[in-house]
């Protein structure tokens, strides 16, 4: 613990208690910071959705009050966004001016493609100015966006497609990656012939670094449209009303098979949770320069490279590089300096690649870091190594903070704007207010302090967060609600201290966190299945230095199948990265000759993690064949992986 720190001079407590005494009182003068069109009456309504409504009856738009509004008080001509680039050599600088005639003439685009109101629309975006403002211009004709990451394969696409049922897609002709270009549009092609539904029109911004063939009649190219549109009437493009519980995106996620939920977003309560958290959660005034390293087609993306700083009238950065070799592990503080951030969020795993490419941490002497106050980190639990690693080097505050794509927001995080309480590694620190923290056992009877359980929250869960899933209420109920009755199941797995500290170590599913990116091992399990020679199969995440975790996929072939099983797993691996993308980062497979199970039938996973991590692991005394844990060592030591005894 920080003993420079004292938890009297921070005022998380008293909010969080005040928020306890009157919750919706608290909310609703959180509301007062949105620029309402109809002022809600009620805060909340508990009879209506699955576990209640924010704000019902509230009448709002998301783009106005991320843009027009901050244009109408004086920040025109402040930068709204800087586009820095390392892998273009571009740097671009779009004021809240230039923003707003941007999003105007995207949203008089869309709606010349037909796309009205309660329409979704589907971005397979490179991180680009033109995919912030085509979310933008979503939310400002009142379509619901769905951001489908760069990094995911066509199959995945088509997943998408069919289940948010686009009327138009937006996507670039290509993305880049440190040495190669992505060609998104090949992608897309074939993600639309694998889909059932088909989106009436597909609008593309050709990139210089690669052009794309246009289908006739589908494809539009998105520069001559906009020059096209520019000319149109002002008048056309104003901000659309919507209901605060009108969904403004889609986005989805990780589930336990390969079908990802669709996690929706509504209008008003985010806006109220992403503002109030910009101000006392991160501790960031209106007209300072923000930083969230991260991609749009994340949830950190959506909330805190567009929405939260837009929403409280900062410039946010956006950033096309990677922390290490564009050009270097000195890129993070370059930008740092260059554009003045005071703060900069991202995932504990770029801060483990700099730290393994430059562990003196010589390249931050060149540049000036005088204006940057906080790190924060999320999308995975930071290690203690790492937090250390920062805190030394840069001198500031390194803040861990826990959430997740359904709650859109910080669930456990040290509070810097209402003062910093003491700091233990390994704590993503306290419970936001708004989220009432539980550890429970599994008949949902609350844990002593320091004892692990699920970690559950308290319904209602506060603004921002998932009303539900998208089309899919009975899977919300279901996935989240029905377990615990009463609370919403995080699927994370940790215990609080005796300071109500949170500690989260690892979710109670099979979602792996590679590299800060949520990926569903069921899912690959299902691709790995298809291919002709796999008779079963088990995928794991497995401890890596640099991602945290990486998947590692056992496969059993089918007896009679006598090719080289060498040439087998790097068809399996080929077949992850075809199905599910790159992003998967699925290198390992290992061709075992039988899976240990128990009597029962279910693998036993837990114990081949132990063995592939190296931990010390006990014999399952429900194990069906004992000798089977050996085979299973001796895979992996074959592939230099570790080969532990049983302890
Ligand atoms: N489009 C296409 N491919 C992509 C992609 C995108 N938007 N993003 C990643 N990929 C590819 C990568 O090129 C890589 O491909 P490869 O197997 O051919 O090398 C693969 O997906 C795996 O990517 P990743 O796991 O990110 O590994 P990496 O080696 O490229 O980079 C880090 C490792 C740590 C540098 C990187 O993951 C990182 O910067 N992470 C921290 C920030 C972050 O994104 N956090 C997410 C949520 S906060
Ligand atoms: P995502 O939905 O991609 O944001 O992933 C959410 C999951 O990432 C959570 O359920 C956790 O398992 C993990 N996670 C995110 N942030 C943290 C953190 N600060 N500490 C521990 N785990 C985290």
Redesign the pocket.
């Known amino acids: 613990m920080d003993a420079r720190l004292d938890t009297r001079t921070s005022r998380y407590h008293e909010t969080y208690a005040r928020w306890q005494r009157d919750p919706l009182g608290f909310w609703g003068e959180a509301a007062a910071e949105i620029d309402w069109l109809e002022k809600p009456k009620t805060v909340f309504d508990a009879k209506a959705g699955i576990y209640g409504h924010w704000f019902p009856d509230g009448v709002c738009n998301t783009c106005f009050n991320a843009v027009d509004r901050h244009v109408d008080r004086g920040r025109g001509e402040q930068a709204a966004i800087i586009y820095d680039s390392p892998l273009t050599g571009t740097k671009r600088t779009i004021t809240y001016h230039r923003l707003l005639t941007e999003v105007q003439v995207l949203g008089g685009m869309l709606r010349d493609l037909g796309v009205g109101k309660g329409d979704r629309v589907i971005l397979y975006m490179?991180?680009i100015p033109e995919a912030v403002f085509a979310m933008l211009a979503c939310a400002r004709i009142g379509a619901i966006h769905s951001v489908v990451?760069?990094?995911?394969a066509a199959r995945e696409l088509a997943t998408r497609i069919d289940d948010a049922t686009p009327k138009v897609i937006l996507s670039a002709s290509c993305?880049l990656?440190?040495g190669?270009i992505?060609q998104y549009k090949p992608l897309l092609d074939e993600a639309i012939s694998l889909a059932t539904h088909k989106p009436q029109a597909c609008l593309i911004l050709q990139r210089p670094q690669s052009e794309a063939s246009l289908l006739e009649g589908r494809d539009r190219d998105w520069a001559r449209m906009r020059d096209h549109a520019l000319v149109h009437a002002r008048s056309a493009w104003d901000c659309v009303p919507v209901a605060a519980t009108d969904p403004l995106y889609i986005l989805y996620t990780s589930g336990t098979t390969g079908r990802p939920k669709g996690v929706m977003r509504d209008n008003g309560g985010h806006m109220v949770a992403l503002k109030w958290s910009m101000q006392n959660l991160y501790g960031i005034a209106p007209g300072e320069v923000w930083w969230?390293?991260?991609?749009i087609?994340?949830?950190?993306?959506h909330s805190y490279i567009v929405y939260g700083p837009l929403l409280h009238g900062c410039t946010s950065i956006l950033y096309e590089g990677?922390?290490?070799?564009t050009p270097d592990a000195g890129a993070f503080w370059r930008v740092i300096a260059e554009h003045g951030a005071v703060a900069l969020?991202?995932?504990?795993?770029?801060f483990?690649?700099i730290k393994k490419e430059d562990p003196q941490g010589k390249l931050m002497a060149r540049h000036d870091l005088s204006k940057f106050r906080t790190l924060f980190l999320?999308?995975?639990r930071a290690d203690p190594p790492t937090l250390e690693w920062a805190e030394a080097l840069l001198k500031v505050p390194v803040i861990d903070h826990w959430w997740q794509t359904e709650t859109g927001w910080c669930i456990a995080g040290n509070p810097v704007g209402l003062g910093l309480l003491p700091v233990k590694h390994g704590s993503p620190t306290v419970a936001m207010p708004g989220y009432d923290i539980r550890i429970v056992d599994e008949g949902c009877r609350e844990q002593p302090d320091s004892t692990m359980g699920s970690i559950v929250v308290k319904l209602p869960l506060p603004p921002g967060c998932l009303p539900t899933l998208w089309r899919a209420d009975q899977r919300m109920r279901e996935s989240y609600l029905e377990e615990f009755p009463g609370y919403y199941k995080t699927a994370d797995a940790g215990f609080k201290d005796e300071d109500g500290y949170i500690f989260v170590m690892g979710r109670t599913d099979d979602i792996i966190n590679?590299?800060?990116?949520r990926l569903s091992t069921g899912g690959m399990e299902e691709v790995l299945a298809s291919h002709p020679d796999v008779a079963e199969c088990a995928v794991l995440g497995i401890k890596d230095e640099?991602?945290g975790e990486v998947p590692c996929g056992f496969i059993v072939l089918k007896s009679g199948v006598n090719r080289p099983a060498t040439e087998i797993e790097k068809e399996c691996v080929a077949l992850i990265?075809d199905k599910i993308?790159?992003?998967?980062?699925f290198?390992l497979a290992v061709t075992v000759a039988r899976l240990p199970k128990t009597r029962s039938g279910k693998i036993l996973r837990g114990t081949m993690k132990k063995i592939a991590d190296g931990d010390a692991w006990q014999m399952p005394a429900t194990i069906d064949d004992p000798a089977i844990l050996d085979e299973i060592g001796s895979a992996l030591k074959g592939k230099g992986l570790a080969d532990n005894r049983p302890a």
């Open positions: 490179p991180m990451f760069g990094g995911f993305g990656e440190p190669r992505v969230t390293a991260s991609d087609g994340w949830v950190v993306g990677k922390p290490i070799g969020f991202t995932a504990p795993t770029a483990r690649a999320a999308g995975e590679v590299a800060g990116h640099l991602k990265r993308g790159p992003v998967a980062a290198k």
